[in-house]
Every structure is written in C-alpha cells, then in structure tokens.
C-alpha cells in the first residue's frame, strides 16, 4: 500500500523550565534562549497560523504529531520568554538558533555510550523539507565523473545493497567555537555538538560503484531537500563532500536509520549521507543526490571562508584571505567528560568515578589522561577499544581527592599519531573552527 505523504511542521515548541544554564567552566558564559525578531515573542498570528497549518493535516500522516505533548502547536514556534523545545529531542538540549534550527547537547546528557535519538544535536544550515514521502523518495547519482546516471528508491538501496550498520562520530566542525577570543560569528557551540548513535543503511562506495566512477573522478558533492534560509529556490542552503578516497572507505553510510529506527526528521529522515571522522557538514541531510566531479565540489559552503582554516597559523584577530584558507579534513583528537556533571558535589574519602567519550578524527585513540589539579599532574584512565573505526572510545577511571574544596577534573586524550590536546584553546582561526582544547568540569568536595 501506499504511503500517505508525510507532512513536517516547525519542530520548535514550549517546554516548561528554563533551558539557560548555569555558568560553564570551559567558558564563563551563560547559555540563553535566542534574541532576534524571530524570537522575541509568540504572536497571536503565528499561534493561529500555527492551528490553520495543523488543521490542514487532517488525514495525511503526520511525522512529528505523535511526538507532541498534550496541547502543543505543531507548526508554529511556540516559546516562551526563557524556554524551548524542539519536537523528538530532550528538554535539556541547548536552543543555539531558531531560523535554522541549531541545538547542542550538554555534556552530561551524553553519557550513553550509543547516542540516543533525543540527545543527539541537531545542525541546520537552511529550513528542513516541509514534505517527505519516504516511499516515493528518489536517490539520484551523476556527475561529470560517473559513468552514468541512476535513480534508487529507498526501496532499490534496501533490496539492491548489503545492510551494514555503524557507530559513527559526527561532530560540527564549530565544535567549541564559544571559546575563541576574539569571538567568532556563528552558533556558539560549547562541547555539545557531537554525537555517536549506530547507523544503518548501504555503504556509499557500493552505490557510487554500481553507477561506476571515471578514473578522473576527484570529488563527490551531495544536495539534499532542505532549502535556502532565504526561501529563495535557487540557492542551496548546504551542499558539501569530500575527495573520492574519503568517500570510498568502507564505513561510510547512505543511511535510513539511527538506533534501529528511522532516522529523527532534525536529524534528515528519510536518508541522509553519514561521514564519520570528518566535519558533520559532510554528511548532507534529507540526501536527494549525488555527483561525482572531476574537481573539488564547487557547492554551497565550499568556498572560503565556510569550513576552512587558515593554512598557516595566524595571529589571534587577523584577517585572513579566502586563498590563504584550506578545506578541513579530518576532525582533531577530542574528549568529554560525561559523568560527572559540572558543578556536582562529592564527599571527600569516597572514590570518585569519572568517565567520556574520547575520538580523533580518521585515527584511533590511543590513550587519555586525567589531571585534579588543573594539569600539574596526570592519570591514565582506562581506555575502550573503538566499536569500529570512526567510533568514539569510551574511557572511565576512579579518582580520590586529596582535600575538601573546589576542584576541577580535565581529561585530555592523544591520538594513534602520539598527537594530544592542548590544556588551552588551539590556534585561532577567524570562524572558530576546530577547537579541541581538554574539557573540564567542576567538583565540589563536601
């Protein structure tokens, strides 16, 4: 039978309690709602704009209507003056933007070892698709540099390809940029936009195969249906890739699903590209099509400044030309402290556990240290295997503190090339990219 066309509203709605948090150590600052005109207030129109929307879903399936609390609007943003919610996630995630969509995870709620759906974070570059039908979707595949051009229905890609399913780390490439002095423009993302939950689908390699790649293939870019923030059609919001020998290891996914399940709509339901160990604006969302280029893909967000660092270290502040700036690749060695939560107290003789997440990019980690008294000295944790390349590792390890009093715990992890952490922010760089200084939270020993 055929499905009934899918129809997704704003995922953006009130939730009780504040979602500003307490001082971060990393940082000093506090997190607060967004400030523009878009959200200043819920007007009278958009509430009922909001009710007119819904109403006319009556009868079509509705993707995020069974995830709505009693008495919530579906299409409008609803919020109030300290709070927000989008649709599927955690209250407790960060509302970083409005117009698009941008939210981080605090550190504590990512303890799990698999990210779940609700607390992983969600980028957005323009406005998610407002129509989705899963069974009609098409996958298209061409370029300069294919041997041909084909279509798969998300069908063809379950029959027609082995299933394989990985844990991936996607992290955005502003990781952190919250941190940077000076400031750089865009979401100020403080340690929570990263994230490892299981995908599933077919390896891109296999599908960009059956198409068949010319020898001079170069590059694949992808397009997905999310659309411009200016609502104008013939911008893309985002269309990035990465060079064909990325593209053709094995881990890589074009993926239907997250956890076992679909994949959460912020997260690009119904099929979205999953490039692990490489910024998460690699892994197109709401994925449409893909070409395989002769060239460096030349698509939205390619160009300089977008995703690049300057090629050489440059002073703090300084302008940078966009010929001087060079494509990010693979992701740094990181870690997080997931348990415990910054500002959590504890009794003095009574063994203390700590634990995170550590990654490094296309490289394994190879060890990760903790430090008490802010870096004078250092214990080595125990340390996970990875599930699979490009797979966070998990560590933990017990600690005694040696007096009452305010502590801090850092955590600092190096990478298979012997390539640590800086106990401070790395080089600046004028969009704040990359930062993968130690993470610290606070203790209070009673």
């Not at 997704?8 to 009780?16: D, H, I, Q, R, Y």
């Not at 294919?146 to 890609?157: E, F």
């Not at 099929?271 to 395989?292: C, F, H, N, Q, Y």
């Amino acid at each position: 039978m055929k499905s009934a066309k899918t129809k997704v509203t704003s995922a953006l709605s009130s939730a009780e309690g504040p979602t500003a948090r307490a001082n971060d150590v990393n940082t000093g600052n506090v997190s607060t709602p967004p400030s523009s005109k878009a959200t200043a207030d819920i007007t009278r129109r958009r509430f009922l704009m909001g009710l007119g929307t819904f109403g006319a879903l009556t009868g079509a399936q509705t993707l995020l209507a069974p995830l709505l609390p009693s008495g919530m609007i579906s299409s409008a943003i609803a919020q109030t003056k300290d709070s927000f919610r989008i649709i599927g996630k955690s209250a407790g995630l960060v509302v970083l933007n409005d117009r698009p969509i941008n939210a981080e995870t605090p550190a504590h709620l990512l303890d799990d070892k698999i990210t779940t759906a609700e607390n992983m974070f969600v980028r957005n570059n323009g406005i998610p698709p407002t129509s989705i039908d899963p069974a009609n979707w098409l996958l298209t595949i061409e370029g300069e540099s294919a041997k041909q051009s084909k279509q798969y229905t998300l069908a063809d890609l379950k029959q027609k390809f082995t299933h394989h399913s990985y844990q991936l780390t996607l992290e955005c490439g502003g990781n952190g940029r919250a941190e940077f002095s000076p400031g750089a423009k865009g979401n100020q993302w403080t340690t929570g936009a990263v994230a490892c939950p299981k995908w599933t689908g077919v390896r891109l390699a296999d599908v960009l195969k059956d198409v068949g790649i010319k020898d001079d293939a170069v590059y694949i870019g992808y397009y997905g249906k999310d659309t411009h923030i200016s609502g104008d059609p013939s911008k893309e919001a985002i269309s990035r890739g990465v060079p064909i020998n990325k593209a053709l290891e094995e881990e890589n996914l074009i993926a239907w699903a997250m956890n076992d399940a679909d994949i959460p709509f912020m997260n690009g339901h119904p099929l979205r590209l999953v490039i692990g160990g490489w910024p998460a604006s690699t892994s197109g969302k709401w994925l449409e099509r893909i070409v395989i280029r002769d060239q460096i893909h030349d698509g939205a967000k390619m160009a300089a400044p977008a995703y690049r660092v300057p090629c050489e270290p440059v002073a703090p502040g300084s302008k940078v030309a966009d010929e001087d700036m060079c494509i990010i690749h693979a992701m740094p060695i990181k870690s997080l402290i997931t348990y415990p939560k910054s500002g959590d107290s504890h009794k003095k003789d009574v063994q203390f556990p700590v634990r995170g997440h550590a990654w490094a990019g296309d490289k394994a980690v190879s060890k990760v240290e903790l430090s008490i008294d802010f870096g004078q000295t250092w214990l080595v944790a125990s340390l996970e295997k990875p599930v699979n390349r490009n797979a966070w590792q998990h560590w933990h390890s017990q600690i005694q503190f040696p007096s009452k009093g305010y502590f801090e715990v850092w955590a600092k992890a190096t990478d298979s090339d012997g390539v640590g952490q800086p106990m401070i922010l790395p080089g600046w760089n004028p969009k704040g990219y990359l930062n993968n200084a130690c993470h610290r939270v606070a203790v209070q020993v009673m």
